[in-house]
């Protein structure tokens, strides 16, 4: 895997959370996959607001994602940018618009997320992914 494919911030919460999808979102992590820097931040704070993590548990699991990741891409001003395009046209969140054109940025291939839909759109060269749809 590695570079060419980008976790969005409900991936790190899952590899980092009880929860049934756990498993998949941390062989993901492991893959070595690619992660924006406001994916860090988002992860940040569910896991200091939701998830019930202390600031020192924090900082350990954020160490683990930044040592697994092949790559950390900055949110620049031209994602900035192209995140306004991409909201625009199709209809994206805005944070959602950041990420994707944060992924794009970093020239990947792939972008795996749950709260995108799976495989029906295709952002310039990107697919989205849900890791956790069999298949």
Same mark, same amino acid.
């Given at each position: 895997?590695?570079?060419?494919?980008?976790?969005?911030?409900?991936?790190?919460?899952?590899?980092?959370?009880?929860?049934?999808?756990?498993?998949?979102?941390?062989?993901?992590?492991?893959?070595?996959?690619?992660?924006?820097? /406001?994916? *860090?931040?988002?992860?940040?704070?569910?896991? #200091?607001?939701?998830?019930?993590?202390?600031?020192?548990? !924090? =900082?350990? %699991?954020?160490?683990?994602?930044?040592?697994?990741?092949?790559?950390?891409?900055?949110?620049?001003?031209?994602?900035?940018? /192209?995140? *306004?395009?991409?909201?625009?046209?199709?209809? #994206?969140?805005?944070?959602?618009?950041?990420?994707?054109? !944060? =992924?794009? %940025?970093?020239?990947?291939?792939?972008?795996?997320?749950?709260?995108?839909?799976?495989?029906?759109?295709?952002?310039?060269?990107?697919?989205?992914?849900?890791?956790?749809?069999?298949?």
């Amino acid at each position: 895997m590695s570079r060419d494919a980008f976790l969005d911030t409900n991936i790190l919460v899952y590899a980092f959370s009880d929860d049934p999808r756990s498993e998949r979102a941390s062989e993901l992590l492991a893959a070595g996959c690619t992660v924006g820097v /406001q994916g *860090l931040n988002e992860f940040a704070n569910v896991a #200091l607001r939701k998830l019930g993590m202390t600031h020192a548990e !924090t =900082a350990e %699991a954020l160490s683990v994602v930044r040592t697994l990741c092949a790559h950390t891409e900055p949110t620049t001003l031209a994602a900035h940018e /192209q995140a *306004l395009e991409l909201a625009g046209k199709y209809r #994206l969140s805005w944070f959602d618009a950041v990420m994707i054109a !944060t =992924a794009l %940025a970093a020239d990947c291939k792939t972008f795996w997320s749950e709260d995108l839909q799976d495989g029906l759109q295709v952002y310039d060269r990107m697919t989205i992914r849900n890791p956790f749809l069999g298949g």
